[in-house]
């Protein structure tokens, strides 16, 4: 059974640089893209961005200029930074596992535990 | 990219049958189909209902199902039960030389 654990720290203050991380555990890397996607309170779900197995990375548009996803195979674990922190980017952040072929092919299909984060002075 | 837009809002009747669409463009749900649909219940992560448009992961129940029909996908619930009252969100890749991907607007799914 494959989880996803997710954790670091959810309580920033403005300016700072979140870091969060989900660790893979009981499948493999390869054949799939590992995405993570935010929620703000009370709305709907964002694309943040997402990297490939051989480390291609993605991002939204709107946060490419802050945002930063790697991978490290020896520990099976995807992280996520994004600096310059501000209110606007408080919620839920997920990360999910795409596979790239196959059941499931294109699709989120499954996710980590969800890590709140709050920015706030 | 803009999201896709789905109602925000849709109700059914215990045994009733309803659809939820997901309207997008030619760059996106038009342009694959890579589209796939999700539950979430409050305070949890989405799951999982339906991939390549009308695809159902194994354990996921047929009352589930999906289709498309050009810009728009739909996802389909007959036999409407209480524990199906949710949010779904659509989701689809995007035709842009960013390889985004979009989500819905979501939708809030009220048993009656």
């Known amino acids: 059974q494959v989880l996803l654990r997710q954790w670091g720290a959810g309580l920033l203050k403005p300016s700072e640089t979140l870091s969060l991380f989900c660790d893979v555990s009981g499948g493999s890397f390869s054949g799939f893209y590992w995405t993570w996607i935010r929620q703000p309170p009370g709305k709907g779900l964002e694309w943040v961005g997402d990297?490939?197995?051989?480390?291609?990375?993605n991002y939204t548009p709107s946060l490419k200029s802050r945002i930063t996803i790697l991978l490290d195979t020896s520990k099976k674990q995807v992280s996520l930074k994004l600096n310059s922190m501000t209110a606007a980017d408080t919620g839920v952040y997920f990360c999910?596992?795409?596979?790239?072929?196959?059941?499931?092919?294109?699709?989120?299909?499954?996710w980590g535990q969800g890590t709140l984060v709050i920015v706030s002075s | 990219h803009s999201a896709l837009t789905q109602p925000a809002s849709v109700s059914g009747s215990p045994g009733q049958s309803i659809t939820i669409s997901c309207n997008g463009n030619?760059?996106?749900?038009?342009?694959?189909?890579?589209v796939s649909w999700y539950q979430q219940f409050p305070g949890k992560a989405p799951n999982l209902l339906i991939y390549e448009v009308n695809k159902r992961p194994s354990g996921i129940s047929n009352r589930f199902s999906g289709s498309k029909s050009g810009n728009t996908a739909s996802l389909t619930l007959a036999g409407l039960q209480a524990e199906d009252e949710a949010d779904y969100f659509c989701?689809?890749?995007?035709?842009?030389?960013?390889?985004?991907?979009?989500f819905g607007t979501g939708t809030k799914v009220f048993v009656l």
């Open positions: 030619s760059s996106d749900v038009g342009n694959f189909n890579l």
């Open positions: 990297i490939s197995h051989s480390g291609y990375t």
């Open positions: 989701y689809s890749y995007v035709n842009s030389r960013t390889f985004e991907k979009v």
């Open positions: 999910a596992r795409v596979p790239s072929y196959g059941s499931g092919k294109g699709a989120l299909d499954i």
